[in-house]
Each structure stands twice: as C-alpha cells, then as structure tokens.
C-alpha cells in the first residue's frame, strides 16, 4: 500500500508560479503521475516520471510544468509556472508500478491517488 499526500496548491495570478508537492511512503514505485481536474470536466493526465526519471508531457503543459522527484525525501514533484487561469482545477498525484509503459496517458486503471490539492489562477 501506498500512501500519497499533495500539498503546495493554492491561489496566484496568471503568469505566476507554484510548486505542489506529493509526500508518498515510498517512491520505490515504477510510475507516478500527476492529474488535474477542473469542474465540471473530465480528469486530465498531465505527466508522469519512472523510477530512472524519464519524464513524459500533456501537451497543454510541455515548457510550463516540470514533474520531479526526491528520493530522499519521498517526495514528487510538479514545478508550475506561466500559469493561466485554464490551469485552475484540482490536482492530484498517482502512483502505479503495474503499467506496461510509464508514459503520461497510458494506464488504465492506477492503484495509489492522493486526496488532491486545489489551484486557482485568476486573471
């Protein structure tokens, strides 16, 4: 079992920066993700990291948003910046070592999700 905890949302306007963190029990995990999800849409994958650090994009957040990690602290990572007020939406971490291929949309099913952390970018 895998536990996942985001923090680091919160408001800021459009162009700014936020960094929001994921303190998971272990990244001993082939595959975490980051999701986000605006109301009254669907869920959307925006990337993902493996175990060696390769990293995969949505392109709506390729060049903006940067995934990473710490192993020392159990920790991932999603760097936010240029934001613009589409950005607005909860965010969540995931955490799969079941998928075929850690790429940012290919799952199906993902065992471990956190409880979200909210953004607002206002304009």
């Known amino acids: 079992q895998v536990q996942l905890v985001e923090s680091g949302g919160g408001s800021v306007q459009a162009g700014g920066s936020l960094r929001l963190s994921c303190a998971a029990s272990t990244l001993d995990i082939y595959c975490m993700y980051w999701f986000r999800q605006a109301p009254g849409k669907g869920r959307e994958a925006l990337a993902a990291i493996n175990n060696w650090g390769r990293t995969s994009y949505a392109d709506s957040v390729k060049g903006r948003f940067t995934i990473s990690k710490d192993s020392n602290e159990n920790t991932l990572y999603l760097q936010m910046s240029s934001l613009k007020p589409d950005d607005t939406a909860m965010y969540y971490c995931?955490?799969?070592?079941?998928?075929?291929?850690?790429?940012?949309?290919?799952?199906?099913?993902?065992?471990?999700w956190g409880q979200g952390t909210q953004v607002t970018v206002s304009s």
């Open positions: 995931a955490a799969d070592s079941k998928v075929e291929r850690c790429y940012y949309n290919e799952y199906d099913t993902l065992s471990y």
